[in-house]
């Protein structure tokens, strides 16, 4: 017994250690993940053609995947080459069409205006009830034109450059080259941008773990149920309110989930209305044990407990007189 002890000590030190160690390296994790996500590989690609080219800059502002809407930011330049006499301005009239949104637009840089960025929303196909290992994919072709003398668009020699970083997104920019068209600058290529978006693993990894502390929740619920109707703890009506804040702190948790993925994602069908479930079973076994504990069972115990004296005084009366017979 003595021998036994001091190494069941070593074991909870060990465990406690070895827990404590476990969260700082996970902790150290999702702030790794979150610190190297959300960069975009910077990437570009050139129509051709003689001349400099109009340089346009892609730079992916925000993603809602509830909306399937990815924010996309257009700026001109840096340098804006033989269509700028101030590198301010255009000196003609340049349309950028764009395809990809809400029906295809249109933007207009008029000559010697002062352009700046110009933000459009791409629609996403996707589905965010997938979360969080939801997936969205988006095509947009962008063409700048100039008005020729018939009035009809000409493409002029462009080139299309991604950067930037959304936080809580990977996003993948792969450009496509489509058909070239002849033109007095020669031979130009109109190009577009395949974005792929996913989920960060900062973001999937903080999912997983709220998930998990709200699968932990119910065990321990049920746990202490379970040891108070087996009667090897006291039961204390005040642990009822505890069972209320765990049961009324789960929706909270859930629409805490980064992303806030809508109800009747995969995550309510398969944790979150089981954790709520047995958070319920849990309060429903105490109550049982509580119920069971009241008048009528405390009447129960107190005449058990008087026919287990009654037999005991009986016993110790019996021994008495064997003894004055003897």
Do not use: C
Request: aromatic share 8%.
């Amino acid at each position: 017994m003595t021998s036994s002890t001091p190494a069941r000590r070593r074991g909870r030190r060990a465990a406690m250690v070895g827990g404590i160690l476990a969260l700082v390296l996970l902790y150290v994790v999702v702030v790794l993940l979150y610190a190297s996500g959300g960069r975009i590989e910077r990437a570009s690609v050139a129509s051709g053609g003689s001349g400099q080219p109009l340089v346009l800059t892609l730079t992916p502002a925000d993603v809602d995947g509830a909306a399937s809407h990815l924010t996309l930011r257009i700026t001109p330049g840096p340098d804006l080459g033989s269509y700028s006499s101030d590198q301010f301005s255009m000196d003609e009239t340049v349309h950028v069409l764009v395809t990809g949104t809400d029906g295809s637009r249109t933007i207009t840089y008029g000559a010697d205006e002062v352009v700046g960025a110009e933000t459009v929303t791409l629609t996403l196909d996707g589905f965010i009830e997938q979360w969080p290992f939801d997936r969205y994919t988006t095509d947009t072709m962008i063409v700048p034109l100039r008005e020729a003398a018939d009035g009809e668009g000409v493409p002029i020699p462009y080139e299309l450059a991604v950067d930037g970083r959304v936080p809580g997104w990977n996003v993948t920019a792969q450009a496509v080259e489509l058909p070239a068209m002849a033109t007095e600058d020669g031979l130009i290529t109109t190009l577009g941008v395949q974005f792929t978006i996913t989920r960060a693993a900062s973001t999937i990894a903080f999912g997983v773990v709220l998930l998990t502390l709200m699968v932990i929740a119910p065990v321990l619920v049920l746990t202490a149920a379970i040891t108070v109707y087996r009667g090897r703890r006291k039961i204390e009506a005040t642990m009822l309110g505890w069972f209320g804040a765990m049961l009324f702190a789960t929706i909270p948790l859930r629409n805490f989930l980064p992303g806030s993925p809508p109800i009747g994602s995969w995550v309510d069908y398969l944790i979150v209305l089981w954790v709520i479930a047995a958070l319920i079973a849990g309060l429903v076994i105490f109550i049982l044990a509580w119920l069971r504990s009241g008048p009528a069972g405390v009447a129960a115990a107190e005449s058990a407990s008087g026919a287990h004296v009654q037999g005991d005084r009986s016993d110790a009366d019996a021994g008495s007189d064997g003894g004055a017979d003897s």
